[in-house]
């Protein structure tokens, strides 16, 4: 059983899938979505799902540095909770505090561009959102 990393954001959704013993992420897409018009990829999600033969999901949570929840995390939760009634999979809540700056942080240190950090960004997110997730599971 492989398990899905999402990195939500407000306009994308990066993709990680593990490998089938659960011990390292690797990046597939990421997926265009409009919270403003209640279009969430759940399509492409569920034919990743497929294709992949995916048992969990696992979402990473942006709680603050102090630990509160603002309205980024809120959207994760809600974004966890329609994944939930919609594949009927288990879904976790990861923090994923700073995974988007640890990112950008290597994209930058591979001198890539601007326009190509921002096509990829979410999608290494989700990976390192997944590898921890995963780093977590195999202690």
Same mark, same amino acid.
């Given at each position: 059983m492989r398990v899905m990393g999402?990195?939500?954001g407000s306009k994308t959704v990066g993709v990680a899938i593990s490998d089938e013993l659960g011990l390292t992420?690797? !990046? &597939?897409?990421? &997926? +265009? @979505?409009?919270e403003e018009e209640?279009?969430?990829?759940? %399509?492409?999600?569920?034919?990743?799902i497929? %294709?992949?033969?995916v048992g969990k999901i696992?979402? !990473?949570f942006p709680k603050n540095m102090n630990n509160t929840v603002g309205p980024r995390g809120e959207a994760a939760q809600a974004?966890?909770? *329609?994944?939930?009634?919609?594949?009927?999979? +288990?879904?976790?809540?990861?923090?994923?505090?700073l995974s988007t700056m640890a990112a950008e942080k290597v994209?930058?240190?591979? %001198?890539m561009s601007r *326009?190509?950090?921002?096509?990829? &960004?979410?999608? @290494?997110?989700?990976v390192m959102i997944l590898q921890g997730y995963l780093d977590s599971q195999n202690k």
């Open positions: 999402l990195d939500v992420a690797q !990046g &597939i897409e990421t &997926i +265009p @979505i409009n209640q279009l969430f990829g759940l %399509d492409r999600i569920e034919e990743l497929n %294709d992949w033969d696992v979402v !990473g974004f966890a909770e *329609k994944l939930k009634k919609h594949f009927h999979l +288990p879904v976790s809540l990861w923090d994923e505090r994209l930058l240190q591979a %001198d *326009k190509k950090r921002k096509k990829v &960004i979410d999608k @290494i997110a989700a």
